[in-house]
C-alpha cells in the first residue's frame, strides 16, 4: 500500500520569497509522484509530474520538484513566490505497477503576504 | 473544451433522502474517479472505474454507489445520506489510472 506525507499543514511566506513545501511518500514498489494545486473554491490542477528520467521536475507558474528516491522525497519549490500562489497544494502517489490509485497527501497551505 | 462536469455544485439535503451527483467527461478516458476532500484529511478515493462496467472500491466507499454504464458519465449516489458524508466531493478522469487526472470543480454536500 502507498501512502504520501505533507509535512507541513501551513506555510506563510512573504512574496517574493522562496518556498519549499514538502512531501514524502511510501510504496514497496516504484511510483509516478504528482503535484497538484488547488485554488480558493476551485478544482484541482495538475502542477507537474514525475513518471521517469531526470529527477529534476519543471511544472508550470515557475514551480518545480525533485524526486529522491533514496529519501523517498518529492518536494516542490519555487525561487520567488507571488501573491496568486497562495493556494492549497497536494501531494499525490500511483503505484506503477497497479496504477488505478491516486493516494493523496493532506494538503499543504501556502499562504503568501505583501 | 476538455472538461469534467459536476451537478449540482452546492447540495443540502436532509438524513436519509437518496440523492445523486452527476459526473461527466468528454475526453474519452478510460478511468474516472470520485474522492472526497475534507479539512485536513486532503483527498480520500471512494470509487473508481477502470472502464465501462468496471468498478472498485477506494479508501472510504461506506455508504456510497457508483456505476459505469458510459464511458463518459460516472454518477455518485448515496442511497440514504448521513451528517459525516457533509464533504466537497471531486470527479476526476484520465486516459488511465496512473496518468494525470483531470478534475471536476467540486459538489458541496452538505447533510442536516
Known amino acids: 500500500a502507498q501512502s504520501v506525507t505533507q509535512l507541513d499543514s501551513q506555510v506563510p511566506v512573504f512574496e517574493e520569497a522562496p518556498v519549499e513545501l514538502r512531501c514524502n511518500y511510501s510504496s514497496s514498489v516504484s511510483v509516478y509522484l504528482f503535484w497538484y494545486v488547488q485554488y480558493p473554491n476551485q478544482g484541482l490542477q495538475l502542477l507537474l509530474k514525475y513518471l521517469s528520467g531526470s529527477t529534476l521536475v519543471k511544472g508550470i507558474n515557475g514551480f518545480e520538484a525533485e524526486f529522491n528516491k533514496s529519501q523517498t522525497s518529492f518536494h516542490l519549490r519555487k525561487p520567488s513566490v507571488h501573491i496568486s500562489d497562495t493556494a492549497e497544494y497536494f501531494c499525490?502517489?500511483?503505484?506503477?505497477?497497479?496504477?488505478?490509485?491516486?493516494?493523496f497527501g493532506e494538503g499543504t497551505q501556502l499562504t503568501v503576504n505583501p | 473544451e476538455a472538461q469534467v462536469t459536476q451537478n449540482p455544485r452546492y447540495l443540502i439535503t436532509v438524513t436519509g433522502k437518496k440523492l445523486t451527483v452527476t459526473c461527466s467527461q468528454n475526453m474519452n478516458h478510460e478511468y474516472m474517479s470520485w474522492y472526497r476532500q475534507d479539512p485536513g484529511l486532503g483527498l480520500r478515493q471512494i470509487y473508481y472505474s477502470m472502464n465501462v462496467e468496471v468498478t472498485d472500491k477506494g479508501d472510504v466507499p461506506e455508504g456510497y454507489k457508483v456505476s459505469r454504464k458510459e464511458k463518459r458519465n460516472f454518477p455518485l449516489i448515496l442511497e440514504s445520506p448521513s451528517p459525516n458524508q457533509t464533504s466537497l466531493y471531486f470527479c476526476a478522469s484520465s486516459i488511465r489510472g496512473h496518468n494525470e487526472q483531470f478534475f471536476g470543480p467540486g459538489t458541496r454536500l452538505t447533510v442536516l
Open positions: 499525490a502517489v500511483s503505484e506503477k505497477t497497479s496504477g488505478s490509485r491516486l493516494t
